[in-house]
């Protein structure tokens, strides 16, 4: 039997890093989860068990710890970015790494109406960051993950094709109810991720909810991806999962009460499950007419 190795790559999962930033007034807190994957050159280990070019996936646990104690402050794109680079730079072999961070924000107490200089309450969405890093450039994604929107009008969803095992029926007002993951990829890495990520998450929130001409899970998508391009000119493309959430109105009769869309069971499986990526169009220039 003649065999060859295909495509393949190793790295660290589950890194888990928590960091304090001790400033004198108060305390700063992160909370993160690491993954991270090496492609290469690596025939020799897989073939002849030959480890010569093979970085412990031990080493990398260790250098998100050390990495985290020179800027426990730094945001989770910085430090992707910088992350990527140590290990590439560590592993000869390697032609390429990509690096997940994944993060849930915790926010600080508030009393009074003062935040507090060290409590946190935890926040229901996570943040996320993923860098693929090569020999010769660099891609940087950011996003969003758990992100639940709702709104109670303003959605439709009629005229759609329809066969002989089609029962849903066509309204044209319902609750319009997601959970949402967004990735979006920048066109550079010198920016300002706090207010950069910010931008994105108003635009999302903002778009989703103004939007009341939708049609569709997918109309919101498009209008949703639109706003986001337009918050934000760093931002090259950004793509949606979103799982539509149905909120089924109660039929009351059987109890002697008339329904007028304010009870509904809630089902979160099976859901329908829309996909789709928003990107700036290319820039085409018309050619001069023809000399006569």
Not at 201 to 229: C, P, Y
């Amino acid at each position: 039997m003649v065999a060859q190795l295909g495509p393949n790559r190793y790295g660290k999962a589950g890194i888990r890093v928590a960091t304090v930033v001790r400033h004198e007034d108060r305390h700063d807190f992160s909370d993160r989860i690491v993954d991270v994957r090496l492609e290469g050159d690596f025939e020799a280990v897989h073939m002849h068990g030959d480890n010569a070019s093979v970085l412990p996936t031990d080493t990398m646990r260790g250098s998100v710890y050390a990495l985290s104690k020179d800027q426990p402050g730094e945001e989770i794109e910085a430090f992707a970015l910088r992350y990527a680079q140590h290990l590439l730079d560590a592993s000869p072999e390697a032609t390429r790494v990509e690096v997940w961070i994944t993060e849930r924000p915790w926010e600080r107490v508030v009393i009074d109406g003062r935040p507090h200089p060290h409590a946190f309450t935890r926040e229901a969405y996570r943040r996320t960051a993923r860098v693929s890093r090569h020999r010769e450039g660099v891609q940087l994604f950011a996003g969003l993950d758990e992100l639940s929107v709702l709104k109670t009008t303003g959605s439709a969803f009629a005229g759609f094709l329809k066969d002989r095992f089609t029962t849903l029926p066509e309204t044209d007002d319902r609750i319009l109810a997601t959970t949402l993951q967004a990735e979006w990829c920048y066109d550079r890495t010198d920016l300002d991720f706090v207010a950069e990520r910010g931008h994105v998450k108003d635009a999302i929130i903002q778009s989703f909810a103004e939007h009341d001409a939708s049609n569709s899970m997918q109309h919101t998508l498009w209008e949703m991806g639109r706003a986001v391009l337009e918050a934000s000119p760093s931002v090259e493309e950004v793509s949606f999962s979103l799982p539509n959430l149905h909120h089924i109105e109660v039929d009351l009769t059987p109890y002697g009460l008339a329904s007028a869309g304010e009870v509904f069971v809630v089902t979160d499986s099976p859901s329908g499950q829309i996909e789709g990526t928003v990107r700036r169009a290319a820039e085409t220039s018309l050619a001069p007419p023809p000399s006569r």
